[in-house]
């Protein structure tokens, strides 16, 4: 238990130094909030707008204000249309994690079979064909399949499926998970629709990544001992490969999907400008845009936040599932 | 009785008429009960419609900066005072009438008496001052209002308003292309000013969620009725979804997600007119659009020498922009003023497209200048922009003029805008309301004035215009103020910026009904803006 | 002397990777890299597909750089009949330019071509600043350890948390051109290399670390430092030389990386003054014309595409033939 401490505490000092970072680097920006606000104003009615917002005071004082605001949940506030910066993160966050949730559920459930089978099958055309496919899927940038996605069927194919309806090519339905932030639920079948083709678009990366891990992951497991013991023991295949091989090598698995949360975001603010999805990453893109610096900062630190979290909960996990490694620290 | 038996050609005739007669009369009945369908829309139905921008700066009159998405929105929650007809007459719309003194420097606004705003605050003469104050406050409004003496409310209905030298087109000013919205007390003094909006309009704001939508929903106390006595407006709710990308909104309205949508990009005014079957198109006419023009700053170098600023006029191809960037679909412009506003002229001597002495001049102004002829071409971040920006580098690179591309968001292009730190910015204003309206654009020493030339010659031309009456005489004074445009060169006109709404084929009612007390019909698309409360959704 | 900072996921998962970390930087890297069951096939000589790729990188570079010289059409010229036409387009193919012209008439190939000199400039210089940098931190972490290593493994740590393309979107900002603000402002390319050089510290930083700690760790290292040499020539004489092999095929998959990035900032308004043609700009500004003219798009997109596949593959043969440490160990 002291390494989990350790390392929670470990995980404390990374978000604040890098929100300290962010906020550093932020101080950088051109132009300000004030800025922003009263374009037309005078440099008086300026001064005034920071004084009033706090903006004008030394940058350790703002940055003490800042966390301990963030702490009470208090997100700072958007200047130019008055709206807390928390209602707008509520507003956008389940987007961006139902996203999330999809690529990840399509990625994992088109992964883990391949790569199971092609572990199994090592060497053949059918494995080869399949590894060659994943990499050159590797290959393939999640902003180009949304284009490409984009244009086929939003310009050649135009379907209209049951119960998704319409596929749009740009907009957002909102799904099941707004609720739980305060918002709206919408039409699940038509959010589904809107969903697919970003869904898609960042799964298909996902995919190649998670096959090929898995796979090589899965074919040293299979040379284990253990795995020789049990086919000794007359064990079916498919038992050994679905029960005693994918196991050990599901953590790798956990390991990478949850690392992948930070890419995720990276690789889905092009995503969602190019299908119009209003999640956290075109949040994060029009704040840059308007060059809104609280929101911004905010925006950052949940990322890194929600990132260590995740982080963390993965090693508690390993040190709790994997018993090789609870026996080498007993 | 006819023997049908014999003759199979006759009764193939009888057969054959009566089928006409039958089909005739059908027809007549379809085309009248289609007609009355027409005639009486439905109350009720919703739509989506999609905008070019969010208008994050909210709608409190002191820091407002309305574009047309921010005026559209407007036209749902609020009313202004007048609003201008097809005629591009000024014609009294909250306001019951606006009648001025003989020598136009006194103005009495009566208002219409029982119209409440959406919080039930009765609309009274005070409310009114209070916005004429709140406005005049603003930096960029008040610049336009400053020729305002004094208002004061003088009867619990009417607002007198003094001017300080004559002003008969004040009514265009009670209007400012819809950006003079009559705002509720409650809202003008919130805190929340920006996103509270309370108006007397045909809508009321349920919800903003900036960036994604604005939905307002019907205001069932509203002060219109339509031709047949129903209750205005027909929607029951509209969705305003900023659409950033033009591209974006034409998919978005052939994918089904918006119901409406409005755009000025001549690409993909042509892509709409191509899908004309599919949708119901609605079209600014020719005669009164704005203009897409390079604004050049006339107080710094390189652009504060005459030559230069011909030079650069010169350089630019405006017929290849207009075929490249908008498939030939806009106008080329020579001048501010389009073909049905006083003061158009066809030729009023601008410098046309000629390389050779583009190259003359930059030579010369290089000799003079060290070798150095550069500027920076602004502009926002749209990938339209972003194209034409990029033509227009080229094209300059032709004559040895060497440009420089700079993309902005809204916001620093604003502020680069104001603070006079430009070069060259790709701008759009002066859309087809009475010159005067324009005065403020032009004006030493305005805030607005971006390129900041000081010309006595155009000041005492827009302030003669200003106070003139006589229309015969107006028009000469703008002709006057087109050519002195063309020689000073402050401006490179491009091309006329049309507007076109496109709307699903069963969502019409975009023109809007007419006005109130005989006003006639609304001018179509001035600026981009149509009134919603006659949009209604056929089944 | 204190354990260095475990990674935190021992066992089958250092394994896979070979005993590079796992991290949000590297995933892609870690999945690029064939296991050990095909590299004991191939090797004999390289295979079909590894020529192939060698080919596509010597065509692409060598175009990039006699771009000046070969009889292409000025890239920055519009010609109007050409405007939109091309492959696949609503208003037809243009004649006389096979790949078309874009949004405003510019002949395609030559904005590829181009467009690849820019794009490859930008991402290698990217990389051997993230090379240089990182790679000295993850140097000095993985050969001192104790304190040195924890502050940098959480100075990497940090700059790990932010996700890359908001970082870089965020320091391309700061760093831009922004004339009539009073600093200055570097020009958008040079802006560009240095952020994403900089998103590319942490990554290849963690690399290099990992690479030095385990290179530390040998018989020969102890046996220098038992011998009294002095730290500096340890490294560069026993361990960068081994260090440096290994990063051969994380350069060229890094490169590849950058190339992606690079795209993705396009797509962000990010990317170069827009007029310069890059393969992510052509992209991101086509975008407009994708309903009627997708060549404009798909051209470019197919470079990527095709450049960034033959630098994995090249990136994994040159591991498996250079990276003689899990050669039967």
């Known amino acids: 238990m002291g390494t989990i401490a350790r390392r929670l505490a470990q995980l404390v000092v990374v978000v604040i130094l890098s929100t300290l970072f962010a906020f550093a680097l932020l101080r950088l920006f051109p132009g300000d909030a004030a800025d922003a606000v009263i374009p037309y104003g005078t440099a008086a009615q300026k001064a005034k707008f920071r004084a009033e917002t706090g903006l004008d005071k030394p940058f350790f004082e703002q940055y003490a204000t800042w966390l301990g605001n963030l702490v009470q949940g208090d997100l700072g506030k958007d200047y130019q249309s008055n709206t807390p910066v928390s209602d707008k993160v509520g507003a956008a966050l389940p987007v961006s994690l139902q996203l999330m949730l999809y690529a990840q559920l399509i990625a994992l459930v088109v992964a883990i079979p391949l790569g199971v089978f092609t572990a199994y099958r090592v060497g053949t055309k059918a494995d080869r064909a399949v590894n060659t496919g994943a990499f050159a899927l590797l290959a393939l940038p999640s902003f180009v399949l949304a284009l490409a996605l984009a244009y086929w069927v939003g310009v050649k194919w135009k379907p209209d499926l049951p119960f998704l309806g319409q596929i749009p090519v740009t907009g957002y339905e909102p799904g099941w998970l707004e609720p739980v932030f305060g918002q709206s639920a919408g039409n699940i079948g038509k959010h589904f629709g809107t969903m697919l083709l970003p869904a898609i678009s960042l799964a298909a990366g996902l995919i190649a990544v998670y096959m090929r891990l898995l796979r090589s992951d899965m074919i040293a497991t299979l040379q284990e001992n253990y795995i020789t013991m049990a086919r000794a023991k007359g064990l079916s295949d498919k038992r050994i490969l679905w029960r005693h091989a994918l196991r050990p090598s599901s953590l790798t698995l956990l390991t990478v999907a949850g690392l992948n949360f930070g890419t995720l975001i990276g690789g889905a603010v092009a995503v969602e400008v190019i299908f119009g999805i209003p999640g956290i990453g075109t949040l994060i893109y029009q704040a840059i845009n308007a060059r809104q610096i609280v929101e911004l900062q905010s925006y950052i630190a949940i990322i890194a936040i929600g990132y260590v979290l995740i982080n963390f909960s993965i090693d508690a996990l390993y040190v709790v599932l994997d018993p090789r490694i609870r026996r080498a620290r007993a | ?539 | 002397m204190p354990e260095p900072e475990q990674d935190p996921m021992p066992g089958l998962v250092a394994e896979a990777t070979r005993g590079r970390p796992i991290d949000a930087g590297t995933i892609e890297m870690a999945a690029v890299e064939t296991g050990p069951e095909v590299r004991r096939r191939t090797k004999k000589g390289l295979g079909f597909a590894a020529w192939l790729s060698i080919g596509w990188i010597a065509l692409v570079v060598g175009l990039a750089i006699l771009a000046p010289v070969l009889p292409l059409d000025d890239p920055k010229d519009s010609i109007t009949e050409i405007a939109r036409r091309g492959p696949l387009a609503d208003a037809g193919s243009a004649p006389g330019h096979l790949l078309g012209g874009d949004f405003n008439g510019r002949d395609m190939l030559s904005r590829l071509i181009w467009g690849g000199r820019t794009t490859l400039t930008v991402a290698t210089i990217a990389v051997i600043i993230g090379f240089v940098f990182g790679g000295l931190l993850g140097l000095l972490g993985g050969y001192f350890r104790g304190k040195v290593d924890v502050v940098v493994s959480l100075l990497l740590d940090v700059l790990l948390a932010i996700p890359a393309v908001i970082l870089a979107l965020a320091l391309v900002t700061i760093l831009r051109t922004q004339p009539g603000t009073k600093g200055g402002g570097l020009d958008p390319e040079v802006a560009l290399i240095l952020a994403l050089g900089f998103v590319a510290i942490p990554v290849l930083g963690r690399i290099t670390r990992a690479s030095t700690l385990s290179w530390s760790e040998r018989e020969f290292v102890l046996a220098a430092r038992a011998q009294g040499a002095k730290h500096r020539r340890i490294i560069r004489r026993e361990v960068l030389p081994n260090v440096l092999p290994a990063m051969m095929s994380i350069a060229l998959l890094s490169i590849a990386v950058a190339i992606v990035a690079e795209g993705t900032l396009a797509i962000l308004g990010a990317s170069v003054e827009t007029d310069t043609p890059t393969w992510g700009n052509m992209i991101a500004i086509g975008r407009i014309n994708l309903q009627r003219a997708p060549h404009v798009v798909f051209e470019p997109a197919l470079m990527i595409f095709f450049t960034v596949l033959a630098l994995n593959m090249l990136g994994d043969v040159v591991r498996s033939k250079f990276d003689v440490r899990e050669g039967g160990l």
């Open chain 2, 1 to 539: 009785m006819v023997n049908v038996s014999t003759s199979p050609s006759l009764r193939t005739k009888l057969v054959g008429a009566g089928l006409a007669l039958l089909s005739a009369t059908g027809l007549l009945v379809g085309i009248a009960s289609s007609a009355s369908a027409a005639s009486a829309p439905k109350p009720g139905g919703s739509v989506v419609y999609g905008l070019e921008a969010e208008t994050g700066g909210g709608w409190c009159p002191p820091t407002a900066r309305l574009a047309i998405s921010g005026i559209e929105v407007g036209a749902a929650i609020y009313d202004t005072l007048m609003v201008p007809n097809s005629k591009n007459e000024m014609v009294p719309y909250l306001a019951k009438s606006v009648t001025p003194n003989a020598t136009f420097d006194s103005w009495k606004i009566t208002l219409r008496d029982g119209i409440k705003f959406h919080d039930g605050t009765p609309l009274t003469a005070d409310a009114v001052v209070q916005n004429f104050d709140a406005y005049r406050k603003s930096t960029l409004l008040g610049a336009a209002l400053k020729n305002i003496a004094t208002t004061t409310a003088t009867g619990p209905l009417e607002v007198t308003v003094t001017t300080t030298t004559p002003w008969p087109q004040l009514p265009w000013y009670l209007y400012i292309d819809g950006r003079f919205l009559i705002e509720a007390p409650a809202q003008l003094s919130a805190s929340d000013c920006s996103s509270k909006l309370i108006g007397t309009g045909p809508f009321k704001l349920e919800s903003w969620t900036v960036n994604q939508s604005l939905v307002a929903t019907k205001n069932p106390d509203y002060w219109q009725k339509d031709s047949k006595g129903t209750q205005l407006p027909y929607l029951d709710k509209i969705t305003f979804k900023p659409i950033a990308e033009a591209a974006q909104r034409v998919n978005s309205l052939q994918g089904g997600a918006v119901d409406l949508m409005h755009t000025s990009d001549g690409q993909q005014i042509d892509a709409l007119q191509q899908l004309k079957s599919t949708l119901n198109l609605t079209q600014q006419p020719n005669g009164r659009a704005e203009v897409r023009y390079y604004l050049m700053n006339a107080a710094k170098p390189p652009l504060d020498d005459l030559n230069a600023r011909k030079a650069v006029a010169m350089a630019i191809d405006r017929d290849q922009i207009n075929q490249l960037r908008n498939n030939g679909v806009h106008r080329v412009a020579n001048g501010p003023f389009d073909t049905s506003v006083i003061g158009y002229l066809k030729n009023p001597g601008f410098p046309q497209h000629n390389v050779k002495a583009a190259t003359k001049l930059a030579s010369a102004y290089k000799a003079a200048h060290g070798g150095q002829f550069n500027v920076v071409l602004e502009h926002t971040n749209d990938p339209a922009n972003v194209a034409e920006a990029e033509l227009i580098k080229e094209q300059l690179g032709k004559a040895g003029i060497d440009a420089t591309l700079k993309q902005d968001d809204q916001t620093a292009f604003v502020l680069a805008a104001v603070g006079g730190n430009f070069s060259i910015l790709l701008w759009r204003q002066h859309p087809g309301d009475d010159p005067d309206a324009q005065y403020f654009w032009w004006n030493t020493g305005s805030i607005l004035n971006f390129g900041k030339f000081n010309d006595p010659t155009m000041q005492g031309l827009i302030d003669q215009g200003r106070t003139e009456s006589n229309a015969a005489k107006r028009k000469q004074i703008y002709e006057a103020v087109n050519r002195r445009f063309a020689s000073q060169v402050y401006n490179v006109w491009a091309y006329y910026d049309q507007w076109t709404v496109a709307a699903k084929k069963n969502v019409v009612g975009v023109a809007g009904p007419p006005l109130p007390d005989g006003g006639g019909t609304p001018a179509l698309l001035l600026y981009g803006r149509h009134p919603l409360l006659g949009i209604s959704v056929n089944k």
